[in-house]
């Protein structure tokens, strides 16, 4: 496959985007240009689409620096200086070529549905605009960054080394349960130092959330932040029903899977050091030594599965768009970010050699696969996806991968990953849900006290965890576990949608067990639409419900009790 950057029509190629007036001439172009027929007016889209896309792109480099190496300050600055000093820029230009779209009567000639729903979003847009919200939006954009630099900089130490804490959370694996106390400890002495810096952090982010809802006339951040985030599909109530939906059919299968593995550890109950060790005394599974080795072995099971699979993560290799090893001063966590002027995104994780990291290496590259597919998309409005098209993608392909994982693992070791991912994909449920449940109540009430915050979290707990674990002596870290998720403070809202779209990927796997080619080419039509069709079409081609209603649940744990009993 070659990949080759498209030439710009619309921009110089040479563009360095140093400051917001080098901008400016190329918007008022757009404004003040005459649109007298529908070919005109398809240009029109066409050029600001390429605008769209050099923008984005040039934004996500500066990200992807920043989060390779928080601790370079240029790196920072640069982030900075787009977030709070061109975005507020562009902000007011972006409105009045909005509101210049709306105007135009061509509108009315482009009614499929993938202009439709760029439309829509443009429409929406046009009726959250505030101006006084730029400076909030900015302020905002520069304090969640704060997240990914306090988490970068945490560390313990052990045997004279220095390990992050994602290296650190290897060694609770191991067998030697002092030895586990001991890492526990210390991580959780790191995550108490930073406790009250992130709680200042969340409620300063709380508040210009909610300042910002009411500037557009809602009564709080939640309610506008539905909106903002297109979600026309489904509504609060249906996340509260799936909450209750979690608690009924999925709980108690998590509880079932950990009152077998209690049994077997021989203890009663948990401590929180056990979580992660195997309890018939097996090492952790250890599927790669590097990201060299790990990314070597995806590409070779991607090609199994589709060889333009393959090839995407090739082309990404040679393009350098991949950075997979974890070290001292990388934010935490692991994205792909879509790159939409070249095509080619960028894949960005901590891989330290775990079962845990070959799930992230194909769930980030099922979301490039996704960028792969939607390229050619003739706008990038018609390639920025809602999170629920986006998961559905990489979260089918942890499932459709599992039978490829004999590319890391000898037969017994194959068979123990995958019931490990469908065990782990059942117990995430729950977080999902408690992580979304916590995020209503937060912005329902912005005003709450710290107190009220913990205690709210620590009934959420209750609601979705199991009752297994002692956590005597360490409540505290009970109260404060939601640290932990980047989501609440970088992208709020942004978590239910794994949990949707994980029910559908539930379905593409179910699919695939019954005929693979078919569940194969199904999912690769569903990712090649886009976001040009509405959320319900793209499940449907990829040939499963948009329902995650409480019977979907059920029929749902029913087959993965049974997929796991052939496992034993």
């Not at 600055?77 to 820029?89: C, D, G, K, L, W």
């Not at 909106?227 to 079932?256: N, Q, S, W």
């Not at 980030?364 to 993608?393: M, W, Y």
């Not at 205690?455 to 674990?469: E, H, I, N, S, V």
């Amino acid at each position: 496959m070659k990949i080759q950057k498209a030439a710009r029509q619309f921009l110089p190629e040479d563009l360095a985007i140093t400051d917001f007036g080098v901008l400016t001439p190329y918007f008022q172009e757009l404004l003040e240009r005459q649109i007298t027929n529908l070919a005109e007016f398809d240009r029109w889209l066409l050029d600001r689409s390429e605008l769209d896309a050099v923008l984005e792109e040039d934004l996500a480099w500066r990200y992807i620096r920043m989060s390779i190496n928080t601790a370079d300050t240029d790196l920072r600055a640069a982030y900075t200086a787009f977030v709070t000093q061109i975005q507020p820029e562009l902000a007011p230009l972006e409105d009045q070529l909005n509101q210049k779209l709306a105007g135009l009567p061509f509108l009315q000639e482009r009614k499929d549905s993938a202009h439709e729903i760029y439309f829509r979003s443009v429409r929406t847009a046009l009726d959250l605009y505030r101006e006084e919200n730029i400076a909030i939006e900015a302020a905002l954009n520069e304090e969640a960054q704060q997240y990914g630099a306090i988490s970068a900089a945490q560390t313990i130490e052990h045997n004279g080394e220095t390990l992050t804490m994602q290296q650190a959370a290897l060694l609770l694996k191991e067998q030697d349960e002092t030895l586990r106390k001991s890492i526990f400890d210390k991580m959780a002495e790191v995550r108490r130092k930073d406790r009250a810096t992130l709680d200042a952090l969340y409620t300063s982010l709380i508040e210009k959330r909610q300042q910002l809802a009411v500037n557009a006339g809602f009564a709080n951040y939640r309610d506008y932040k539905f909106v903002a985030m297109g979600r026309f599909d489904y509504t609060k109530a249906d996340c509260f029903a799936f909450h209750e939906a979690i608690k009924t059919h999925i709980v108690p299968l998590v509880k079932e899977i950990q009152a077998q593995r209690l049994q077997k550890l021989n203890k009663a109950p948990f401590k929180p050091w056990d979580l992660d060790v195997d309890p018939e005394g097996k090492t952790a599974l250890k599927p790669f030594k590097d990201g060299s080795e790990m990314l070597q072995g995806t590409i070779a099971m991607f090609e199994r599965i589709d060889p333009y699979f393959g090839d995407c993560l090739r082309v990404m290799d040679e393009l350098g768009h991949l950075d997979l090893d974890s070290k001292t001063g990388k934010a935490p966590g692991g994205y792909n970010y879509p790159l939409y002027e070249i095509g080619v995104p960028f894949i960005f994780m901590n891989a330290v050699g775990t079962q845990r990291d070959l799930e992230t290496m194909v769930h980030e590259g099922g979301h490039a696969i996704h960028s792969f597919l939607s390229r050619d998309l003739p706008l990038t409005a018609f390639k920025n996806l809602p999170s629920e098209v986006a998961e559905l993608a990489s979260m089918s392909m942890e499932l459709l991968s599992m039978p490829q994982w004999s590319e890391f693992y000898n037969p017994t070791e194959h068979v123990r990953a995958m019931r490990e991912q469908i065990e782990g994909t059942l117990k995430v449920l729950p977080w999902i849900a408690q992580i979304d449940a916590f995020q209503h109540w937060i912005y329902e009430n912005p005003t709450h006290s710290l107190t009220e915050r913990a205690a709210y979290w620590q009934q959420l707990a209750t609601d979705f965890g199991t009752g297994l674990t002692d956590w005597a002596g360490y409540e505290d870290l009970v109260e404060s576990a939601w640290q932990r998720q980047l989501h609440l403070f970088e992208v709020p809202f942004y978590y239910i949608e794994y949990g949707i779209a994980q029910l559908g990927a539930l379905g593409v796997w179910k699919n695939s067990l019954e005929n693979y080619p078919s569940a194969i080419e199904n999912y690769k039509k569903a990712l090649a639409l886009g976001y040009t069709e509405p959320m319900t079409k793209i499940y449907e081609t990829a040939g499963v419900p948009f329902d995650f209603s409480s019977e979907r649940l059920q029929t749902l744990a029913s087959f993965i009790q049974n997929e796991l009993k052939k496992m034993n």
